[in-house]
């Protein structure tokens, strides 16, 4: 009978405590590149850091397209779209982003 008290009074314990053990809800982080978004804090960049600076920002799948010149040109898909990024070498600065039929 004592051990039937115990294990009802740590079961309503454990009822009043569990909201407050349990983890917060996880939200979603959304990460919006516009032009003129800086990728690298006005530092400039080469091609396979404005391309790990995408990947960073959710974009997945990154495939460098022209890297040559000042400007650099990636094709990458996020959110079940694909996107054309041209980032500006000497800044970081995003210049252009369009959004490509599959």
């Given amino acids: ?18 909201p407050g053990i349990m983890p917060a809800p996880v939200e979603a982080v ?4 516009n032009i003129g ?10 091609c396979a850091q404005g ?3 995408l990947r960073n920002r959710g974009f997945r799948d ?3 397209i022209n890297c ?5 040109v990636y094709r990458a898909w996020r959110g ?8 500006r070498s000497r800044d970081g600065r995003v210049v252009d982003v369009r959004r490509l039929r599959r």
């Fill in 80 to 87: 079940g779209n694909r996107f054309e990024i041209a980032v």
């Fill in 1 to 18: 009978m004592n051990r039937r008290i115990v294990a009802i009074f740590a079961v309503i314990l454990g009822l009043f405590l569990a």
């Fill in 37 to 46: 978004t800086n990728l690298s804090s006005g530092r400039g960049i080469t």
């Fill in 30 to 33: 959304t990460v919006n590149i």
């Fill in 51 to 53: 391309e790990r600076h």
């Fill in 62 to 64: 990154v495939r460098r």
């Fill in 68 to 72: 040559r010149g000042r400007y650099f």
